[in-house]
């Protein structure tokens, strides 16, 4: 007899979630960008949908809050408990709380984002997530052919800035060559006031003949004093030799790049 389990698989910013060839909910877009002033309230659209092809679904909407840790990864909190929290602003229509969509079924749901008149924080940017929940889990079987109950829950990142909020700004504080692990060891802040997105490039000249490597570039997220620690890893089959290390942090245009150079030996 197969063994029963019970799972519950919390898929955070999943676009579309295909695990499990019974069920399963997709949210678009994953992210949610709104720019308003004091006082003032802008709206966006959320389409759900539920991509199983048999199963009925009853999802439920809440919300929580977000950060980054220093490798980027998200941390997840109860709203309204991190310092940079706009869950409390964060608004859904009394009809889109509790819905259930039928196999393949969609629905748009208006998210509203709605200022306060004053801040108690000097912050410019604020953010949260508005999850999408699964409240009816359904049978399926895993991988080993167990038996088994999924129920699935997808988030939206909600980022909001007040219109006074512009100034991009990246600072790389250190780029060390980690010979045990065979890696370059970015560390960089993000000393503006908004988020800024964008890639790590690096190219790798072996200064004894000339050589050029271009390493597969890296996307990266910040926040607002955030502190980013990156391992780019060297590639397999690296010759040895006397190395330059260009490393470019892309951010926005030409106004926002950021350029490390590190000389390093590679004997491995």
Request: glycine content about 8%.
């Amino acid at each position: 007899m197969k063994r029963l389990c019970f799972i519950f698989l919390y898929l955070f910013l999943c676009f579309s979630c295909h695990l499990y060839a019974q069920t399963g909910v997709s949210v678009s877009p994953p992210r949610l960008y709104f720019e308003s002033g004091l006082g003032n309230s802008s709206t966006q659209t959320v389409t759900v949908t539920n991509v199983s092809s048999k199963n009925s679904l009853d999802l439920a909407i809440s919300l929580g809050d977000w950060e980054y840790n220093e490798k980027g990864e998200n941390i997840m909190s109860a709203a309204n408990t991190l310092p940079a929290s706009c869950a409390g602003w964060v608004s859904v229509k009394k009809d889109d709380n509790y819905f259930t969509l039928a196999p393949g079924q969609k629905k748009d749901i208006e998210v509203t984002v709605t200022v306060p008149g004053t801040l108690q924080d000097k912050l410019f940017t604020h953010t949260a997530v508005l999850y999408v929940s699964q409240m009816n889990p359904v049978d399926d079987v895993d991988s080993k052919g167990a038996n088994i109950k999924v129920s699935i829950r997808s988030g939206i990142k909600i980022f909001h800035k007040l219109p006074a909020g512009k100034n991009k700004k990246l600072e790389i504080q250190n780029l060390a060559y980690g010979k045990p692990k065979q890696t370059l060891d970015l560390t960089f802040d993000n000393l503006g006031d908004v988020w800024a997105d964008g890639k790590i490039s690096t190219d790798l000249v072996n200064t004894q003949n000339g050589k050029k490597t271009t390493l597969e570039n890296i996307v990266f997220y910040t926040m607002p004093g955030n502190k980013r620690e990156v391992s780019i890893p060297l590639p397999s089959g690296l010759e040895k030799g006397k190395y330059t290390a260009s490393v470019i942090i892309d951010y926005g245009d030409r106004d926002n790049l950021e350029l490390g150079e590190l000389n390093f030996t590679y004997d491995y």
